[in-house]
């Protein structure tokens, strides 16, 4: 004789429990768990078909700002170069003032000093009454140039002191010498030619060259 415990397992031995039910002890009857939802596919990108062209975003305005400065400094760099490497062959030579001009007619200048040739040349045209000549305007001392004072009527050095009579002998100051003279001639038209890479000079206690020709035109 069987067990009620008996009889009621072989009462249920007839159900079959499927997978997600849950069966309650003394019941027959199974009650199902609802489903989980299936999880959602992951959203992928559809590959590029084969030979697409993919198009790049342009580069901002401030990137090619910088490529143009970066590609004009060296190209510049490289010209600079280029052009001192050429410098290299090139002769150097310094560009002087021709120490040859001409300033004008015998009858341009009055008797006395003409100053109008000192800024341009350095020079003052001296005339007097039986020759024409170029005082070189350089004091003998230590090379300044001196001012011509026409109330006293001499040259004048502002940096020592030096003085000057209106034919460049000195008289006063630390002036060792009277002032050179240029060379002078007249050219084919007439004209005074003056030299100031020739100068006359007369050293203290030696030979005077103011008399020597070339040292003056006379007239």
Excluded at 75 to 86: E, H, N
């Amino acid at each position: 004789m069987d067990s009620p415990i008996n009889q009621e397992l072989s009462a249920n031995s007839d159900t079959i429990v499927q997978p997600g039910e849950i069966v309650a002890a003394g019941t027959p009857a199974s009650v199902p768990l609802p489903a989980k939802p299936p999880l959602p596919a992951t959203a992928k990108t559809p590959p590029a078909p084969v030979g697409a062209v993919v198009e790049s975003a342009p580069d901002p305005p401030v990137n090619k700002m910088r490529r143009r400065i970066v590609w004009a400094s060296v190209t510049g760099f490289l010209v600079t170069c280029f052009l001192m490497f050429l410098r290299f062959f090139l002769p150097r030579s310094i560009l002087e003032p021709s120490s040859v001009f001409r300033v004008g007619y015998p009858s341009d200048y009055a008797l006395g000093v003409d100053t109008k040739w000192q800024q341009q040349y350095r020079i003052w045209v001296d005339k007097t009454s039986d020759r024409i000549f170029v005082i070189y305007a350089r004091c003998t001392h230590l090379g300044c140039t001196p001012d011509w004072k026409p109330s006293e009527n001499k040259f004048k050095c502002p940096c020592h002191g030096s003085g000057y009579d209106s034919e460049g002998i000195n008289f006063e100051g630390p002036a060792p010498r009277p002032m050179d003279r240029a060379h002078v001639e007249l050219d084919a038209e007439g004209q005074i030619l003056v030299d100031i890479g020739r100068l006359y000079r007369w050293p203290k206690g030696e030979k005077d060259e103011f008399n020597d020709p070339g040292a003056y035109i006379p007239l």
